[in-house]
């Protein structure tokens, strides 16, 4: 077991770990030295993932065995130099892990670590054929640069156009090259939270490894479109070139080759990265940087529950100092702080559009209801173009929500809508089911339930049907490229579909599918007001919905049983909503919005 020495605080002291110099099949070993940041040598900080922790290989550190991640190991050695050794900082070994006091001094010195390593080195993995041919694609056509493996794609054009084998070649090639750049965007390095701030923080952008291929993440993302379209079209000439000559065997190859890389694809489209030219520079001007961040982050992982805030404090200097990380908090006064930091700090009530709230926090009193689940991104959040009109989203009569000093209520000021009834709740067991219950609301021709059911409830029941198709897509990130009679017409083709099977090319129809997860398990609901909303599951006959102005959709709150005093009334939080109407959207009401307008502005407690 490694002797860790005690860090002085005051001089702002780290280890760095020195790695030996060795030839490939060598033990990995390595001997750690105290340095201060205050005058810090030169060393190279690694950004990489644990891996499994189960799956450990020893290392000899200043004699005494470590016991590495599998991962770890690999990149050290795939980082030893053969007559040099090498100065790095790696967290697993250089903090010690099972010290709270130390993790708590240490993990509030990242960002100026970071900012004073004299690089930072990315380690992804081990590197394959597709990815090596991935890479240097991206480089030869995307950033129009020579890099290695350039001179082979180069030498394919200049065959190509006298050798159809050549040709041929060049479209196994890009095509392997397409699922190569798939690979590399799903690796697990992309999906961590502390390797969020690792790549961010640098000033200069850190040089991924993978395997023996060195190369810089922007550039080769750069080049996704581009790579993206000449994939698809070689996967599109292979399924044509030469088919009737094809053996059955052979042409059962190419169905499984096209059914893989289709599904890489979707899954590539359903998790996409952000840009990473904008990870690395957004944040530095972000209104509401710790919001910003968490929410850039919210599907990353991380072994520690706390790492969903602290992983991110070197980039959010402010919350750092507001809230300094402490590993011997339990995770709910962590959450709790974080929540109250966002809302009153950066006055940040959109999380609470964007976050989804706790599964249980109707039913478990130990956290207040108002306390988002920031591992939940809202799949209903608004789209900037469907978020609350402007006109209802003006603040100067009411004071900024926030929390109170005791951390046990959320005050919000909020225009009320009136009670609400349920119509129905969305299905969530299936396409087919949830398509049959919208089938029902539309009808056949005349929409007949849905004028029954909303229709006698809803101010101005005209046009009803394009209204609930606008509703149910006004979250979606594409719902600006289709009209609400788009989206009628993709229902109406669903509806007549025995397979649900996606026709080729009708991308309403991929951006409906994503919509019936998305609504899957909702509620919709009426006021008494007569508006027409989507709500979350929890949406009771009762339940008051209300528009404030700072949360960029209306919210559904619901009173707390035996709450009312001679003072006050206290309600909990069910969630945000669409409401039809006051959404600027095409369906946008104005004369709604001015009865609202026009309306009280209340304050309300919730707990």
Known sequence: MVQYGTLDPDRSEI????????????????????????????????????????????????GDEFQATANLEAALRALRRPRKQRTLWVDAVCINQDDIPEKN?????????????????????????????????????????????????????????????????????SLQALEGYLDLMALPYWNRMWTFQEFGLPGVEPLCHCGDVTFYATTV??????????????????????WGKLSQEEKEERGKIKSRIQSKCEAFLKNML??????????????????????????????????????????????????????AKPIRDVVLETTAYLINREKAAVAWAFFELRGDRLADASYPSWVPDFARVNSFYPSASASV?????????????????????????????????????????GLNVLTDQVRGLLGEGPSAELESTVGKSTRKPDFLAPRLARALVAHH???????????????????????????????????????????????????????????????????????????RAPMVLTREADSSTDEAEYYRMVGTAYVDGVMKMECFDAELAATIENGEMKEFLIH
């Open 15 to 62: 280890r760095v770990l020195l790695l030996q110099r060795g030839k490939a099949g060598d033990p990995i070993r390595c001997s750690l030295r105290t340095v201060s940041l205050d005058k810090p040598p030169y060393f190279e900080a690694l950004s990489y993932v644990w891996g499994d922790m189960t799956v450990k290989k020893p290392i000899t550190v200043d």
């Open 105 to 173: 001094i240490q993990v509030p010195q990242m960002g100026r670590l970071y900012a004073s390593a004299g690089s930072v080195l990315v380690w992804l993995g081990p590197c394959d054929a597709s990815m090596r041919l991935a890479v240097s694609w991206a480089y030869t056509y995307g950033a129009r640069k020579y890099a290695a493996g350039s001179a082979y794609w180069l030498q394919l054009e200049a065959r190509r156009a006298f050798s159809e084998s050549a040709r041929r070649e060049k479209g196994r090639a």
């Open 221 to 242: 993302q750069a080049a996704q479109s581009a790579i993206l379209e000449a994939g698809v079209g070689c996967l599109d000439q292979m399924m044509e070139d030469e």
């Open 274 to 327: 952000p840009p990473l030219e904008k990870t690395r520079s957004d944040w530095r001007v972000a209104e509401n940087p710790l919001l910003y961040l968490m929410s850039t982050t919210a599907e990353r992982n991380c072994y520690d529950k706390r790492d969903k805030i602290y992983a991110l404090y070197g980039m959010a200097p402010d919350a750092l100092k507001a809230c300094p990380p402490d590993y």
């Open 389 to 429: 009109a402007e006109s209802l989203r003006r603040s100067e009569d009411a004071p900024p929500p926030s929390v109170t000093a005791d951390l046990s209520t959320a005050r919000l000021w909020a225009r009320s809508l009136g009670t609400c009834k349920t119509i129905l709740k969305f299905d969530s067991t």
């Open 477 to 551: 990130v594409r719902q600006h490229e289709y009209s609400a009679e788009d989206v009628l017409k993709t229902l109406e083709l669903m509806f007549d579909s025995e397979t649900l099977e996606r026709p080729v090319g009708n991308h309403c129809w991929a951006m409906m599918e994503d919509v019936a997860r998305d609504v899957a398990g909702r509620t919709l609901f009426v006021t008494e007001g007569g508006c027409f909303g989507i709500g979350a599951a929890e949406v009771r006959v009762g339940d008051l919905v209300v528009v404030p102005p700072q949360t």
